[in-house]
């Protein structure tokens, strides 16, 4: 039985040096303490999106200046995988600014999966929801995660999204887990929602069955032009609980400290490791908005005596090693 809101208001509600010691002390049954996964983002569509998400750049409903682009060439996704590759990346996300793939935009994306998994990285794919049959189409190719944010707790998800439900993402959570793919699902904070919300969402996520295996919690990064711009910001500690939070509430997750990074100080994103952050975006660009520079990342790293966790899989090491 998983953590419910209640119990998960109540971690928020502890003294934080209790919430943070409980949250490494999980950290450290179940991982390295020191080792942080890698991923890095590229959006291969960006950009047009009819869905009106209050958070995001891509709508076609906000006015935010952004360039629309249509879908990358295969070539050039492999070119970008290459070059995160030689740069320390294990795990290659493709993201694209769709509801969901149409049927002919899914073969280029399946000839991407292939080659970027031919490279020996591991791979992930974010294309919004997804239809009948497009799941197994995409595992076949050998996709590894499919990334789909539960975005916020079901009570506060009206005043963010209104295009579609959340009852529509757990459709396509189903369709992936059903393909025998891993899943990436998480949300964003700092939307207005309350302490109460906050931990209804990672209730929710903690309820999904089995639980994901990669948690990426973004802190909203305000796009001038969305209905999100002026959003207050979210208390730095509070952000922190919620990563511990998060870490307790799903203790064999990889929790991913994902948008927001780049405006944390570094002793910030320290805290966000103690309290069982262990996986980042790597390289400067996350789909739309910036990210650290990997110099400083790995700076960052040094100075923190983290290490970039090795593949899950054993045979990826292997493959990783030959390609
Ligand atoms: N269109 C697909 C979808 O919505 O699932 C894939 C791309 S979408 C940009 C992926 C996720 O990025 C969203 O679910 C949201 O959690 C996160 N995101 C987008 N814009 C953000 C922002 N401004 N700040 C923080 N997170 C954001
Ligand atoms: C996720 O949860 N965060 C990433 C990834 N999944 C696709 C995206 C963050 C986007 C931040 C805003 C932007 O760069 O447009
Ligand atoms: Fe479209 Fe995804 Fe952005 Fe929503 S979050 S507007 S579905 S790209």
């Not at 305000?222 to 511990?244: C, H, M, N, W, Y």
């Not at 870490?247 to 991913?256: C, E, N």
Request: negative net charge; glycine residues 10%.
């Amino acid at each position: 039985m998983s953590l419910s809101r209640a119990d998960i208001e109540n971690l928020f509600a502890q003294p934080f040096n209790d919430l943070i010691f409980q949250a490494q002390t999980v950290h450290r049954q179940h991982f390295d303490a020191n080792a942080v996964q890698v991923s890095t983002l590229l959006s291969i569509k960006t950009g047009g999106c009819s869905e009106d998400c209050g958070y995001c750049s891509q709508s076609a409903r906000h006015d935010t200046g952004l360039e629309r682009e249509g879908l990358m060439a295969v070539e050039d996704v492999v070119e970008a995988a290459r070059a995160a590759k030689a740069k320390g990346a294990t795990r290659f996300c493709m993201g694209a600014a769709w509801r969901g793939p149409k049927d002919k935009d899914l073969q280029p994306v399946v000839e991407m999966v292939k080659a970027v998994r031919g490279l020996g990285l591991e791979t992930c794919a974010t294309l919004g929801m997804l239809k009948e049959g497009q799941a197994q189409q995409l595992a076949d190719a050998g996709l590894d995660y499919y990334n789909h944010n539960l975005d916020t707790a079901s009570d506060f998800y009206g005043e963010v999204i209104g295009t579609h439900g959340q009852d529509d993402r757990l459709d396509t959570l189903g369709k992936v887990r059903e393909a025998g793919m891993k899943v990436c699902c998480g949300g964003i904070v700092g939307m207005g929602e309350s302490r109460p919300q906050r931990a209804g969402l990672i209730a929710e996520l903690a309820a999904l069955s089995p639980q994901p295996e990669s948690v990426p919690i973004n802190l909203l990064v305000k796009i001038p032009g969305t209905p999100l711009e002026d959003q207050p910001s979210l208390e730095p500690l509070e952000f922190v609980r919620t990563i511990a939070v998060a870490r307790i509430a799903l203790p064999g997750s990889i929790v991913r400290l994902s948008a927001g990074r780049q405006e944390m100080p570094d002793y910030l994103q320290a805290l966000c490791f103690l309290a069982g952050a262990n996986s980042i975006f790597y390289g400067e660009k996350l789909l739309t908005t910036g990210n650290p520079e990997t110099d400083r990342d790995l700076a960052l790293f040094k100075e923190l005596g983290l290490k970039v966790m090795p593949f899950a899989h054993a045979e990826m090491e292997a493959e990783a090693a030959q390609a």
